[in-house]
């Protein structure tokens, strides 16, 4: 008894240890988040995500009054909350606090302009745009929007189709980043592999050359390609051709397991069903001839294994039921009312036995199910 109990004590440290051992260390999510948060980020938007932390505390204390106490009387004695320095000093509290990406930073700025924000809050009337006065004015790490660089010039016009480089920051050289398809100094053209969908004074319209193309092609559709891909044949006034290959003389697959099917500039080898020795597609229907062990059946090569093998289990099941019968017999001879019972027990198990395997029939080979799909669908 006294060593069941140590034994049971001994399993349930070891697996308490186990499962412990198992779990993740604690602190592995806490790292990531202090990775995220001491991540630093361009400058500018640096500054652009501490003003949104500070509006999102302006947002926050719109309704707010000093909390506890007499509002109204508040409100009389320390002046209007609105611009009190008491919402301030609330709204500096939450400052930065869970943003994750760049926490750090954001609240490294909070810190260092501490007086600026001061003078701005005093200053509002005048400088209504925080982001505007502190992150391009006073900081000079932004621009206004389609300036870039140092001196904030305007940006190249990308037309609409690319983007500026530095748009809205000290950096960059204002220069197009074009989207795909177009290219250009204004991204006002169409790149190698597109071609003009639609063009008017303000707007350009580029779309892909069509995959039979292979470089530049005058317009949509495999016809009007310059040149063509591997796959695709060219008729006379009439543009381009998927190359048939499944048609070719020698097929490209092998013929003995696979079917082809042709596709748009190029073809697919798919494996022919198991029953086959060669086929014309997928299922034990499209049988060029069967393999050996199949034979064919109302057009399916079906599996003669199968049904060879259920004849012998039907065999065997009514010898036993024979061997049953038989037994009953030899035990009346001796008792009747033992052979009664026993009797109705095997005529019982017969009856259910036989209701069960009639209610659950073995599973049909795929050619029996194909067929009766089929005929279903008349
Ligand atoms: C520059 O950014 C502004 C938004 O900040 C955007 O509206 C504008 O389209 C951008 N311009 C270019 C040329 O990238």
Not at 5 to 12: E, G, M, P, R
Not at 170 to 179: A, I, P, T, Y
Not at 190 to 204: H, R, S
Request: net charge negative.
């Amino acid at each position: 008894m006294h060593k069941l109990l140590i034994l049971v004590i001994n399993l349930l440290f070891t697996s308490i240890v186990i499962c412990n051992s198992q779990l993740p260390p604690k602190n592995s999510f806490g790292n990531k988040d202090e990775k995220l948060k001491s991540e630093r980020l361009a400058d500018c938007k640096a500054c652009g995500v501490f003003v949104n932390s500070f509006k999102k505390g302006l947002e926050k204390t719109e309704r707010g009054k000093h909390e506890g106490g007499d509002a109204h009387w508040e409100e009389q004695k320390l002046g209007s909350y609105k611009t009190s320095e008491l919402r301030l000093i609330e709204i500096q509290e939450m400052l930065c606090q869970g943003i994750g990406r760049g926490e750090y930073q954001c609240l490294q700025i909070a810190e260092e302009r501490e007086p600026d924000i001061e003078y701005w809050w005093k200053n509002q009337e005048k400088h209504p745009d925080l982001f505007n006065w502190l992150c391009i004015e006073k900081m000079k790490v932004c621009c206004p929007p389609n300036h870039h660089g140092k001196d904030c010039l305007p940006c190249t016009d990308c037309s609409g189709n690319g983007v500026c480089k530095g748009n809205g920051t000290r950096k960059g050289n204002g220069k197009c980043n074009c989207d795909k398809g177009y290219q250009g100094e204004n991204c006002n053209s169409c790149a190698e592999g597109f071609y003009e969908a639609f063009k008017d004074e303000t707007k350009l319209l580029c779309s892909q050359c069509h995959d039979a193309c292979h470089g530049p092609c005058k317009g949509p559709g495999p016809r009007n390609c310059e040149k063509y891909k591997e796959g695709w044949y060219m008729r006379e006034n009439e543009g381009c051709f998927d190359v048939n290959e499944c048609l070719e003389k020698k097929s490209p697959c092998n013929s003995q397991t696979q079917f082809c099917v042709n596709n748009e500039g190029s073809y697919n080898c798919l494996e022919c069903d198991r029953s086959c020795d060669g086929c014309e597609g997928d299922g034990p229907d499209m049988c060029i001839k069967c393999k050996d062990g199949y034979e064919l059946r109302n057009g399916i090569c079906t599996d003669q294994s199968g049904e060879k093998r259920e004849s012998y289990v039907t065999f065997t099941r009514y010898c036993l039921y024979f061997g049953l019968c038989v037994t009953v017999c030899i035990i009346f001879q001796n008792s009747t009312w033992l052979a009664a019972i026993f009797g109705l027990i095997v005529g019982l198990y017969i009856s259910l036995s036989e209701y069960w395997l009639k209610n659950n029939p073995p599973p049909k080979d795929p050619g029996q199910k194909i067929l009766e799909a089929a005929m279903g669908m008349d």
